[in-house]
């Protein structure tokens, strides 16, 4: 079964940093666009960023460009999302998702990791 | 304010059928596909409906999904209280969701 394990989601402060990880499993991980999609609390869902399978080719939602950067390490079969300038509306779990291209979907999420921006 | 729109909630009664209804646009649902996912409280998405009209393997034929035009619609027959979740559609193309809807199963 496909797993998708996210860390590294804390409290941290306005204006902060943070970098959260996407362990992926029982997969061809390399194979895959993946994406990163936040939840924020009794809120709907919002896609966030994704990339191709080699990293090369990368997409954001204009309320994060230049502040989050999205990357991969396929030897260690990982996904990553380095977070600066953070802000209060960046409060959120956010998913680790794995992308269906034929099937134009999202077939896989992880279970989340809690990002806090406050003060 | 979420780019789809879905009604805020639905409740039918055990057994009974429900209908979630998601409406869009050309740019979003009425050229792509619409995916549909399920969220039990406190876990993650879940895949239920997708390209429409297709389950993934392990999905009951309870569930259902139908598009026309700018809007689609997810079915689901024999309510059972484990049914209980929020339901979200989407399109991956447009990278665009509803703002979801909660059933409750009275």
């Known amino acids: 079964e496909v797993q998708l394990v996210e860390s590294g989601g804390a409290l941290v402060q306005p204006g902060g940093s943070l970098r959260l990880s996407c362990a992926a499993s029982?997969?061809?991980?390399?194979?895959?666009?993946m994406s990163w999609i936040r939840q924020a609390p009794g809120k709907g869902l919002e896609w966030v960023a994704n990339?191709?399978?080699?990293?090369?080719?990368?997409y954001y939602v204009d309320s994060v460009k230049g502040r989050f950067t999205i990357s991969r390490d396929n030897a260690k079969n990982s996904l990553y999302l380095q977070m600066n300038s953070l802000r209060g509306e960046d409060t959120a779990v956010y998913y680790c998702a794995r992308e269906e291209m034929i099937a134009a979907t999202i077939g896989y999420w992880g279970q989340g990791t809690l990002v806090t921006v406050s003060s | 304010q979420s780019v789809l729109t879905q009604p805020p909630s639905v409740s039918a009664a055990p057994g009974q059928k429900v209908t979630i209804s998601c409406s869009g646009s050309n740019s979003n649902i009425g050229n792509n596909y619409v995916s549909w996912y399920q969220q039990l409280p406190g876990t993650a998405p879940k895949l239920l409906i997708y390209q429409n009209n297709k389950r993934p393997s392990g999905i009951p034929d309870r569930f259902s999904g139908s598009k026309s035009g700018t809007s689609a619609t997810l079915g689901i027959t024999g309510l059972q209280t484990g049914d209980e979740a929020d339901y979200y559609c989407?399109?991956?193309?447009?990278?665009?969701f509803g703002g979801g809807t909660k059933l409750t199963v009275l």
């Open positions: 990339l191709d399978q080699d990293g090369s080719e990368k």
């Open positions: 029982e997969f061809t991980f390399s194979n895959y666009w």
């Open positions: 989407g399109t991956w193309a447009g990278k665009v």
